[in-house]
T-cell receptor, first 115, second 111 residues
Framework: GDSVTQMEGPVTLSEEAFLTINCTYT??????LFWYVQYPGEGLQLLLK?????DKGSNKGFEATYRKETTSFHLEKGSVQVSDSAVYFC??????????????FGSGTRLSIRP | DSGVTQTPKHLITATGQRVTLRCSPR?????VYWYQQSLDQGLQFLIQ???????AKGNILERFSAQQFPDLHSELNLSSLELGDSALYFC??????????FGSGTRLTVV
């Protein structure tokens, strides 16, 4: 079945460092890919998404490119801030027949940024 | 405010009891999804409803059940509660398969 694998955390970086969180997926067909972020004590928020191959999702300085040839959707940010400390989830959803399909999440990567 | 409303925000109950969690989807969304988030197990998909009908089932225990009502709100019923059921329970809604909005969750503590 469909699955998502993301790098294990925790990841600890200094402020202004470059961030990469790796994510690879297994799916039949052409899924949509997502990154969600969960700040402490809060629910999940959609950070960015890409719905087809070579699409680049971006938001708040974060970017991820849908790479079908490597089945990857790595999350990157050029200069992280303390406020980026959170848990990041990579996820996919495959189009369902006549209705929306469930999202499958990776295990989450906890990111901590040192001032 | 994401538009998805979950109540209650916190719930503390004893083992063996039954609770009901409620979710009101974002206006216009027909699908509702329930997820369980435990400390060590990430996000587990429980069940999906679409316009009142069950559409997909994940790792949902037999002690758990859900339904979606004609006004599209959904309820997740958890019975014969065990300590291990303590978790965050999230609801999400969507209209199509490329857009999902999550509620802020219900934190269930079983003592």
């Amino acid at each position: 079945g469909d699955s998502v694998t993301q790098m294990e955390g925790p990841v600890t970086l200094s402020e202004e460092a470059f961030l990469t969180i790796n994510c690879t997926y297994t799916a039949t067909g052409y899924p949509s890919l997502f990154w969600y972020v969960q700040y402490p004590g809060e629910g999940l928020q959609l950070l960015l998404k890409a719905t087809k191959a070579d699409d680049k999702g971006s938001n708040k300085g974060f970017e991820a490119t849908y790479r079908k040839e490597t089945t990857s959707f790595h999350l990157e940010k050029g200069s992280v801030q303390v406020s980026d400390s959170a848990v990041y989830f990579c996820a996919l959803a495959s189009p369902g027949y006549s209705s929306a399909s469930k999202i499958i999440f990776g295990s989450g990567t906890r990111l901590s940024i040192r001032p | 405010d994401s538009g998805v409303t979950q109540t209650p925000k916190h719930l503390i109950t004893a083992t063996g009891q039954r609770v009901t969690l409620r979710c009101s989807p974002r206006s216009g969304d027909l699908s509702v999804y329930w997820y369980q988030q435990s400390l060590d197990q990430g996000l587990q998909f429980l069940i999906q409803y679409y316009n009142g009908e069950e559409r997909a089932k994940g790792n949902i225990l037999e002690r758990f059940s859900a339904q979606q009502f004609p006004d599209l709100h959904s309820e997740l019923n958890l019975s014969s509660l065990e300590l291990g059921d303590s978790a965050l329970y999230f609801c999400a809604s969507s209209l199509r398969w490329d857009g999902y909005t999550f509620g802020s969750g219900t934190r269930l503590t079983v003592v």
